[in-house]
């Protein structure tokens, strides 16, 4: 796990996000379309609102599409909340060598969402994990 750093934009964005959802933000991450937050356990559901007001009004702020992930220091809890949006079967967790693999298993019908276009979605989570937990690669089954 790295050092997290935050630029200045990244910065405003958690001081905006905790001021309009009350929530505690442990992670934000920024890609191009998307703003990916981690926020604490039992924070979930707060921080994205009643009928995702919180979401849909930070999307309209900052032009991003907003991702609301639960913390969990299980590192395999954690990855089925990564992964919460595409029905999540099953993670398992494996030692390859000296580094720690996922595979998550997801409905069939939702699988090439979860790795997204070029591998971007998968991209992304493996990157959200990775700060968090000690787990380097990911597969999507």
């Given at each position: 796990?790295?050092?997290?750093t ?10 905006l ?21 981690v926020?604490e356990?039992n ?9 995702g ?25 954690f990855i ?24 998550v ?21 493996r ?12 597969s999507v089954?």
């Amino acid at each position: 796990m790295g050092d997290i750093t935050f630029t200045g934009d990244t910065l405003r964005y958690i001081s905006l996000f905790e001021k309009i959802t009350n929530t505690q933000v442990k992670d934000c991450l920024e890609t191009e379309e998307k703003l990916v937050f981690v926020v604490e356990k039992n924070q979930g559901s707060r921080a994205v609102g009643k009928k995702g007001e919180n979401v849909i009004r930070l999307k309209n702020l900052t032009g991003k599409d907003i991702h609301v992930i639960e913390y969990s220091d299980d590192p395999e809890t954690f990855i089925r909340n990564v992964f919460h949006t595409y029905s999540v079967q099953g993670v398992s967790l494996e030692n390859r060598g000296n580094i720690v693999h996922a595979t998550v298993t997801v409905d069939p019908k939702v699988k090439g969402k979860a790795i997204g276009k070029n591998g971007k979605n998968l991209r992304i989570a493996r990157e959200v994990v990775s700060r968090h937990h000690n787990v380097h690669s990911i597969s999507v089954a």
